[in-house]
């Protein structure tokens, strides 16, 4: 079983995918929209969910490196607050798994203004590990689910302190692969982290990876549900297979 499947499973068991029972149970998600699934990585707080978050993350990025996806790096940095244990966790199960030993980095949501921050440079004041920092140094990002992406911009203004440095791509755990806005010709929030900034992301799991997997559990409502969102939605759309399967068009 790859760590795809393992994941997946993981989020199932400690609840932190959820999926509605019918259309009057639906989830709000930040953005207002009613949603028939809802993912949350804060739910993963035990130390099995910790053990396979750091395998699944490492995984992840070593294979986007592989692919060409992502960019070598040294540094992993995650946006405060969730971030913070996603970056430590990445880097143990990369030195764990691969002998690639990174450091890592995270932002305080408070500029720190009292010991060493006060001899420090700009950015060790807002950022943890800022003082480890070699210049030219490429940052791999690393988060949780991605539907619009701001929390991702905060953080790229405070790693801008950092001066010299490149992005060598971003992991989450769930691409939700929503369209930003309704109008036509909206993108999602991964396209739009690589149009604008040249970030491409890697997802551990996206949503449809998640229909893929879970096809044959599904009951026939809420697998309509899922390809109803996504025509209204999507920045794919699901179809359901003749065989019942799922396929997918770029939106």
Known sequence: MNYKHEFLNLLLKKDAFKIAKDAGSFFKLKSGRMSPTFASIGALTDGESLAMMKKAYSEAAMDGVRDGVLNDFQYVFGPAYKGINLCALTCEGLYEQFGKN?????????????????????????IVGAEKFTPGGSILLVDDVITTGQAK???????????????????????????????????????????????????????????????????????????????????????????GGWGTDDG
Do not use: C
Not at 102 to 123: F, M
Not at 198 to 219: E, N
């Open 102 to 126: 990174t450091s890592y980095l995270y932002d305080r949501k408070e500029e720190k203004t009292y010991g060493e921050a006060t001899q420090g440079t700009d950015a060790s004041k807002v």
């Open 153 to 243: 911009y905060e953080a790229l203004d405070k790693i801008k302190l950092l001066g010299n440095y490149t992005i060598a791509g971003m992991v989450i755990a769930v691409d939700r692969q929503e369209l930003l806005g309704d109008a036509a010709g909206s993108i999602s929030a991964v396209q739009t982290l690589e149009q604008e900034f040249g970030i491409k992301t890697v997802a551990i799991l996206t949503m449809h990876d998640i229909f893929a997997l879970m096809q044959d559990t599904l009951a026939p409502d809420v697998r309509w549900a899922w390809v109803a969102y996504y025509e209204q939605y999507g920045a794919v759309r699901m179809q359901q297979t003749g065989d």
